[in-house]
């Protein structure tokens, strides 16, 4: 079987599945989360691959020098990451250990006497028969040290082009700035056009799907001000004085807010589980993805499918279940890590008779405002009957208390 058809094969399986799941989860979070988890953002951890861009070329009159466009872009595109409510990057050290520093005591000590092991892989078979482009069987893997702490993404993308609308109908874009017989040109608006893509660490080639989303498009605005093209001879330094500086920050910014949007209708926010230890799973994200004590997270396994080895051959992509295996809530914020205690099972909260692997996914079920309206409710209900605020539907107030501890953030 060549390449093409097995992967085809196998993408149409586990985009299925995916979607699938990612239609089911949506129903279930329909009931008792839609109107909170809209009034907060919650934000992804990613990584920046690299912005391209061409050189420009500088008029003769600067001795046609070459100005590297590609080297301040990256430092914007790095400067949007860091401050964009939708993507966080600020534990994305991959030399970072993920520490219980910060958590409520007592559960520093379960996450330290935790003998739960990561690394642990648990592999079932996969079309046996179907070899990989490796000429390995193709297996598959629940829990795995490759996968539980890397971003969700890289971030790469490239600045294509961007012409200055003057007067006259005259433009200034990449291909003339060289022809330019003065360096000042005057213009009103102007277009930047932006291509970026984000792509799961692991996923390699031919082989992505549903992982790599791309966007590119032409950002347009309207600003008055003269660009001194000879400002670009005096590097890093001279281009944050031009507007060329604040057109290239509002194009990525845009692009970055349209790839977050892109990226959630595909793929609704989740993290991953770092730790399970039974009755506390130590999840990949803290106060930097917008999670707060009190939420409620549904908690999917996920089968890893690779290449050949586990972690040691090429990710064909993976598949949430469609089911949650169990929740689990909130009760301590760490300096890079959530704890969550998974919560007996019920009508509301049910559980699998399977266990929570490290390299499972969690979605935000229940934000801690909608617990604290659905607890609210119960209080005042009366009869046994739940009454819920406007907005806030359920066919259960089997909620759990919020627990606090004095470690909380």
Avoid: H
């Avoid at 799941?21 to 009034?39: E, F, I, K, P």
């Avoid at 992804?44 to 003769?60: E, H, N, S, W, Y």
């Avoid at 609308?165 to 017989?181: D, E, F």
């Avoid at 005057?186 to 996923?203: H, N």
């Amino acid at each position: 079987m060549s390449n093409n058809s097995k992967s085809l094969g196998l993408g149409t399986l586990l985009k299925t599945a995916i979607l699938t799941g990612m239609g089911a989860m949506l129903m279930g979070n329909q009931s008792c989360s839609s109107s909170s988890v809209q009034s907060r953002v919650l934000a992804r951890r990613v990584l920046l691959g690299q912005i391209t861009a061409p050189a420009i070329t500088l008029p003769a009159s600067v001795s046609n020098q070459q100005f590297n466009f590609g080297y301040v872009a990256n430092q914007q595109m790095q400067n949007v990451l860091n401050t964009t409510k939708t993507f966080s990057t600020a534990n994305m050290n991959p030399n970072m250990a993920f520490t219980p520093a910060g958590l409520a005591s007592d559960i520093t000590n379960d996450f330290n006497n935790c003998t739960s092991d990561p690394n642990q892989v648990v592999i079932q078979s996969v079309t046996p028969s179907t070899l990989s482009a490796s000429g390995l069987t193709e297996t598959a893997s629940y829990s795995n040290s490759c996968t539980i702490n890397l971003p969700q993404a890289v971030v790469n993308g490239s600045i294509n082009d961007f012409t200055l609308v003057g007067g006259g109908g005259l433009s200034l874009s990449l291909a003339n700035i060289a022809l330019m017989p003065s360096l000042n040109f005057s213009f009103q608006s102007y277009t930047m056009q932006v291509e970026m893509t984000a792509k799961r660490p692991l996923d390699q080639g031919n082989f992505t799907f549903v992982s790599a989303i791309n966007n590119a498009k032409g950002y347009s605005g309207s600003l008055s001000a003269t660009f001194n093209i000879g400002a670009l001879s005096l590097g890093p330094s001279g281009y944050y004085q031009t507007p060329l500086s604040t057109i290239t920050m509002n194009g990525l910014t845009a692009a970055t807010s349209d790839l977050s949007s892109a990226w959630s209708a595909q793929d609704p926010w989740y993290t991953t589980v770092l730790k399970s230890c039974g009755t506390y799973i130590y999840v990949n994200g803290s106060s930097d993805l917008g999670l707060k004590v009190g939420d409620v997270l549904a908690i999917k396994n996920v089968t890893y499918v690779w290449d050949g080895a586990v972690c040691d051959s090429n990710s064909l992509g993976d598949v949430p279940d469609v089911t949650p295996v169990s929740y689990a809530q909130i009760v301590s914020l760490g300096d890079n890590l959530a704890a969550a205690q998974i919560i007996k099972g019920n009508s509301t909260y049910p559980q699998q008779n399977s266990s929570v692997f490290a390299g499972a996914r969690v979605y935000m079920y229940q934000t801690s405002e909608t617990v604290a309206a659905l607890q609210l409710a119960q209080k005042t209900g009366g009869n046994g009957v739940c009454q819920l605020p406007a907005g806030i539907s359920a066919g259960s107030c089997g909620i759990p208390a919020v627990t606090k501890t004095a470690s909380n953030k």
